[in-house]
């Protein structure tokens, strides 16, 4: 038995519209419906829900390869969530991204980096980021916002051009179909 209330009547009392009827033990109890359910738009979301948002769906990703999710209410060393694999495997520190980044930061922290490649599709690539910043990091280290004579700490990557995507089409977390689970 769940914890909501119920309230038992027979069929002949009326029950309003936004109710459902059902049987049970011989009586008719009716809930309230459930409420009508609308898809939101990303875009109109502010910083803190797109960051529950992702959360939410990065961990669905990582449920269908056998990760269990655990969002951090406070970073810890530098994660956002912590992902643990349900075969006794390495626990990652992921922190969440809505786009590939690089921080200074997080350099020497064993972090991942975890950020929507298809919203629509719900894939995501995860990558090693001190493990990629050695692969990026003379696209640049000489930039404004990395470089040691302005005092940048990260770089960030608007969009992803074609040869990005081949660089990470290995760091795509695989979506699992129904038919295969």
């Known amino acids: 038995m769940t914890s909501m209330k119920m309230k038992c009547t027979s069929l002949a009392v009326g029950v309003s519209s936004s109710s459902a009827v059902f049987p049970v033990y011989g009586k008719s109890c009716y809930y309230p419906m459930m409420p009508e359910f609308q898809y939101i738009a990303y875009s109109k979301l502010n910083a803190r829900q797109k960051e ?35 075969n006794q495997g390495e626990i990652l520190k992921i922190q969440l991204k809505g786009r590939m980044e690089f921080h200074k930061k997080y350099l020497g922290k064993n972090l991942y980096i975890a950020f929507p490649c298809d919203r629509g599709k719900n894939t995501w690539y995860l990558y090693p980021h001190d ?51």
Request: proline share 3%; net charge negative; aromatic share 12%.
């Open 52 to 86: 529950n948002y992702n959360f939410h769906h990065l961990a669905a990703a990582l449920a269908s390869v056998g990760f269990n999710s655990i969002r951090l209410s406070d970073d810890y060393e530098g994660a956002d969530l912590i992902a643990i694999p349900n």
């Open 131 to 181: 493990e990629l910043v050695s692969i990026y990091l003379t696209r640049f280290e000489k930039t404004a916002s990395w470089g040691e004579l302005t005092g940048g700490e990260f770089y960030t990557f608007p969009k992803l051009t074609q040869s990005d995507k081949v660089n990470l089409s290995g760091y795509i977390i695989p979506v699992a179909h129904v038919d295969s689970v």
